[in-house]
T-cell receptor, first 112, second 114 residues
Framework: KQEVTQIPAALSVPEGENLVLNCSFTDSAIYNLQWFRQDPGKGLTSLLLIQSSQREQTSGRLNASLDKSSGRSTLYIAASQPGDSATYLCAVLQGGSEKLVFGKGTKLTVNP | DTGVSQDPRHKITKRGQNVTFRCDPISEHNRLYWYRQTLGQGPEFLTYFQNEAQLEKSRLLSDRFSAERPKGSFSTLEIQRTEQGDSAMYLC????????????FGPGTRLTVL
């Protein structure tokens, strides 16, 4: 059974700091990995999707990497801003299935 | 492209009542998914549709839950005889249908069972 773990569960940083969020998964048979952002009481916003054949994806200040063999992904946020405060969720699309398996998320707070 | 929409956004009901939620996917998206999210947890998969066919169901989807997608457009999720443990955010997502593309999520329906 696929299990996705996100560390840390919560992170508080001052504005302007670069930061890394970690995601690990137990079964490397995945189609892709997605990073989402969730604001309190809201739905999910897709940030980046990395196909299993890719190593990384970039969008603006965000960079996500994938090491499928070791079951790890990182989300790098450069020059953090208070508006980045949210919960960040990692999810893998399991091979042989159509379902996303999510971690519990990392709650990020960026202090002005 | 107006995004995935869900209705209602909030629902408060008494234990034992039936509730129905609606999801309208992004137009032209063939796949539609339902997830459930409880406080402090990541979303958990419930079921998905390819057009009007329901192709996969989680064991979380007890016999009190039923989902439909008539004509392959909008979908409904019904919960019969609600229990307090059903209180959660119910999220709908859609994708184009290649299987490995991005799933776009709606704003969710927050269900509170008293």
């Amino acid at each position: 059974k696929q299990e996705v773990t996100q560390i840390p569960a919560a992170l508080s940083v001052p504005e302007g700091e670069n930061l890394v969020l970690n995601c690990s998964f137990t079964d490397s048979a995945i189609y892709n990995l997605q990073w989402f952002r969730q604001d309190p009481g809201k739905g999910l916003t897709s940030l980046l999707l990395i196909q299993s054949s890719q190593r990384e994806q970039t969008s603006g200040r965000l960079n996500a990497s994938l090491d499928k063999s070791s079951g790890r992904s990182t989300l790098y946020i450069a020059a953090s801003q208070p508006g980045d405060s949210a919960t960040y969720l990692c999810a893998v699309l399991q091979g042989g299935s159509e379902k996303l398996v999510f971690g519990k998320g990392t709650k990020l707070t960026v202090n002005p | 492209d107006t995004g995935v929409s869900q209705d209602p956004r909030h629902k408060i009901t008494k234990r034992g009542q039936n509730v129905t939620f609606r999801c309208d996917p992004i137009s032209e998206h063939n796949r539609l998914y339902w997830y459930r999210q409880t406080l402090g947890q990541g979303p958990e998969f419930l079921t998905y549709f390819q057009n009007e066919a329901q192709l996969e169901k989680s064991r979380l989807l007890s016999d009190r839950f039923s989902a439909e997608r008539p004509k392959g457009s909008f979908s409904t999720l019904e919960i019969q005889r609600t229990e307090q443990g059903d209180s959660a955010m119910y999220l709908c997502a859609s994708s184009l249908g290649t299987g490995t593309d991005t799933q776009y999520f709606g704003p969710g329906t927050r269900l509170t069972v008293l």
